[in-house]
């Protein structure tokens, strides 16, 4: 089956801008996370949800980020008035409600604020 | 959340076999221990998973003592195309999910 898809894979803006990313994950998986990277770092977790359960937004670095998720499924990660320091991939994973189940990734976007 | 500590880095050559250590001396009785390896530009993917013991399947064994504050990936003669970034990753999994912090990981270089 399909899986994780991300847009846009490359998204270029200016500081100061708006921007949406989108995650649509594999179908009947009702865990969804975010995650940024910074060029050679490892993964910096943003946000978790879980069915129709409140989302943990304890990794979310300032109030101008924010996600939501829609009908459990498809997520958008919104980062206002970007900064340089906000360039980085952003990925997103989903995995199955079991125990030990494992995430699948999608290719990620890559930031670049200018 | 356990806490994971790697080596930063490792170097080996084309048909060794490469064993990358993860200590997670607080894990907590229902964590599960999970593999991933991340490729440059490219999202992480799951190799393995285990809870105790020895762990097998086409790509890697996993090892985990009794104690299970440790685990020891094992990747059997390796390739050049297994030069990435290997994460370990530990958390409960049960139902309503977990939270995920995943390490700076470990570089591993295979060499001609």
């Known amino acids: 089956g399909a899986g994780v898809s991300q847009s846009p894979s490359n998204k270029v803006t200016e500081k100061g801008k708006d921007v949406e990313l989108r995650c649509d994950p594999i179908?009947?998986?009702?865990?969804l996370y975010w995650y940024r990277q910074s060029l050679g770092q490892g993964l910096e977790f943003l946000i978790y949800f879980q069915g129709n359960s409140a989302p943990d937004k304890s990794g979310l670095p300032s109030d101008r980020f924010s996600a939501e998720r829609t009908g459990g499924s498809v997520s958008t990660l919104t980062i206002q008035r970007t900064q340089q320091e906000d360039s980085a991939v952003y990925l997103c994973?989903?995995?199955?409600?079991?125990?030990?189940?494992?995430?699948?990734f999608g290719p990620g976007t890559r930031l670049t604020v200018t | 959340l356990a806490k994971t500590t790697q080596p930063i880095s490792m170097d080996s050559y084309e048909g060794q076999e490469v064993n990358i250590t993860c200590s997670h001396n607080?894990?907590?009785?229902?964590?599960?221990i999970t593999w991933y390896q991340q490729f440059p530009s490219q999202g992480p993917r799951f190799i393995i998973q285990g809870y105790k013991t020895k762990v097998t399947n086409e790509v890697a064994s996993l090892f985990i003592p009794a104690d299970r504050k440790s685990s020891t990936l094992s990747l059997p003669r390796v390739s050049l195309s297994d030069t990435a970034v290997y994460y370990c990753l530990v958390g409960s999994g049960n139902t309503g999910g977990f939270k995920t912090i995943f390490g700076a990981g470990t570089r591993l270089f295979v060499k001609a």
């Open positions: 179908s009947g998986h009702t865990a």
């Open positions: 607080n894990i907590a009785t229902n964590d599960y």
């Open positions: 994973a989903s995995r199955r409600d079991q125990p030990g189940g494992e995430q699948y």
